[in-house]
T-cell receptor, first 115, second 116 residues
């Protein structure tokens, strides 16, 4: 597609349920990032992929969070046993390579509400 | 550790006024890049500018201008003759060579409201 696509755009779930958020990056972009944006907070780095591997998972808040990327393209962020504090907008971004020569292209985000 | 501070959480200006959005950063990296992104109500962040730490020349693009001062660790953004379409959240960001430039630290953003 022309831009980074994320789905669902909105997700309401009950506490304790698992959720999957999907990101479809710009075709050909090797780097993919997940960020979380909570109300009144800046973007919080979660994980970064280069191809299918994740050199930096340091931002994942707990072991309930996991992410994978397959075929160097689509990525899925999974949150198990959701908690109310997981409520946020989850943003995905992709780039063609090093950020010293490129930029991040963001999707519109997936808004997660945990009741 | 890297840090980006945007002390102004919300600013309101009347259309045609000039407005400056402040950004102060902290990093121990010797080489780094600074960015500004615009986040309209739709939520999608849009890249505005990237600046290399070695290049302190100010940049102007239409009504937008950026002032990078390494001595004060600031990278401020000025909109001249603001318009209603400028209303958005503006986010300053930093990436450094210690993280291979891949780990970007974002500020919390400044919400700009331009009143007609």
């Amino acid at each position: 597609g022309a831009g980074v696509s994320q789905s669902p755009s909105n997700k309401v779930t009950e506490k304790g349920k698992d959720v999957e958020l999907r990101c479809d990056p710009i075709s050909g972009h090797t780097a993919l990032y997940w960020y979380r944006q909570s109300l009144g907070q800046g973007l919080e780095f979660l994980i970064y992929f280069q191809g299918n591997s994740a050199p930096d998972k340091s931002g994942l808040p707990s072991d309930r969070f996991s992410a994978e990327r397959t075929g160097g393209s689509v990525s899925t962020l999974t949150i198990q046993r959701t908690q109310q504090e997981d409520s946020a907008v989850y943003l995905c971004a992709s780039s063609s390579g090093q950020l010293n020569t490129g930029e991040l292209f963001f999707g519109e985000g997936s808004r997660l509400t945990v009741l | 550790a890297q840090k980006v501070t945007q002390a102004q959480t919300e600013i309101s200006v009347v259309e045609k006024e000039d407005v400056t959005l402040d950004c102060v950063y902290e990093t121990r990296d010797t080489t780094y890049y600074l960015f500004w992104y615009k986040q309209p109500p739709s939520g999608e962040l849009v890249f505005l500018i990237r600046r290399n730490s070695f290049d302190e020349q100010n940049e102007i693009s239409g009504r937008y201008s950026w002032n990078f001062q390494k001595s004060t660790s600031s990278f401020n953004f000025t909109i001249t003759a603001s318009q209603v379409v400028d209303s958005a959240v503006y986010v300053c960001a930093l990436s450094g060579n210690s993280g291979g430039y891949q780990k970007v630290t974002f500020g919390i953003g400044t919400k700009l409201q331009v009143i007609p």
